[in-house]
T-cell receptor
Framework: AQSVTQLGSHVSVSEGALVLLRCNYSSSVPPYLFWYVQYPNQGLQLLLKYTSAATLVKGINGFEAEFKKSETSFHLTKPSAHMSDAAEYFCAVSDKSDKIIFGKGTRLHILP | DAEITQSPRHKITETGRQVTLACHQTWNHNNMFWYRQDLGHGLRLIHYSYGVQDTNKGEVSDGYSVSRSNTEDLPLTLESAASSQTSVYFC????????????FGQGTRLTVV
């Protein structure tokens, strides 16, 4: 069975600082990995996805994530946080024949 | 533009009543999913469908049912609403399994009193 663990339910960073949101996965087969973002009172939207083409994946709004098989990790980063990045972020895992499983989410707070 | 819509957006119901939440997508996607979102639990899968007449249980399916009579709709029914089912419910769809993006509705906030 697949699963994801997001470390830290809340993360606070100063505006302009590095954003790092951690995600570790468990999968018995090569996984597909996703990061989704949820703004207040909205549904989720895709930030980026890993599908084995390249280990460093670039997404929207300046975010990127690196797939590290040896560490079973897919951490999300952004070099410089902006106030508009305040939201909840979900890591998710899937495989070829299965549904998408989400982590518990990390709420990102941006400090002025 | 294609979209996925949920209705109602907000609902208050009484314990013991049957409630149906609607989900309609115009993406022509094969796969549809229902999740509930609760503080501290993230999104948990309730039921899902890979096509017409196909339904499957997710990790928190007790007290819920779905039916898939066409490609566009996957209504979620709470047979006898309980206070523990107070939550925000999201419907999602994907074209295929595996590496394809999930498209989400705006959510339905259900309160059971």
């Amino acid at each position: 069975a697949q699963s994801v663990t997001q470390l830290g339910s809340h993360v606070s960073v100063s505006e302009g600082a590095l954003v790092l949101l951690r995600c570790n996965y468990s999968s018995s087969v090569p996984p597909y990995l996703f990061w989704y973002v949820q703004y207040p009172n909205q549904g989720l939207q895709l930030l980026l996805k890993y599908t084995s083409a390249a280990t460093l994946v670039k997404g929207i709004n300046g975010f990127e994530a690196e797939f590290k098989k040896s560490e079973t990790s897919f951490h999300l980063t952004k070099p410089s946080a902006h106030m508009s990045d305040a939201a909840e972020y979900f890591c998710a895992v899937s495989d070829k024949s299965d549904k998408i499983i989400f982590g518990k989410g990390t709420r990102l707070h941006i400090l002025p | 533009d294609a979209e996925i819509t949920q209705s109602p957006r907000h609902k208050i119901t009484e314990t013991g009543r049957q409630v149906t939440l609607a989900c309609h997508q115009t993406w022509n996607h094969n796969n549809m999913f229902w999740y509930r979102q609760d503080l501290g639990h993230g999104l948990r899968l309730i039921h899902y469908s890979y096509g017409v007449q196909d339904t499957n249980k997710g990790e928190v399916s007790d007290g819920y049912s779905v039916s898939r009579s066409n490609t566009e709709d996957l209504p979620l029914t709470l047979e006898s609403a309980a206070s523990s089912q107070t939550s925000v419910y999201f419907c999602a769809s994907t074209l295929d399994r595996g590496d394809t993006e999930a498209f989400f509705g705006q959510g339905t906030r259900l309160t059971v009193v």
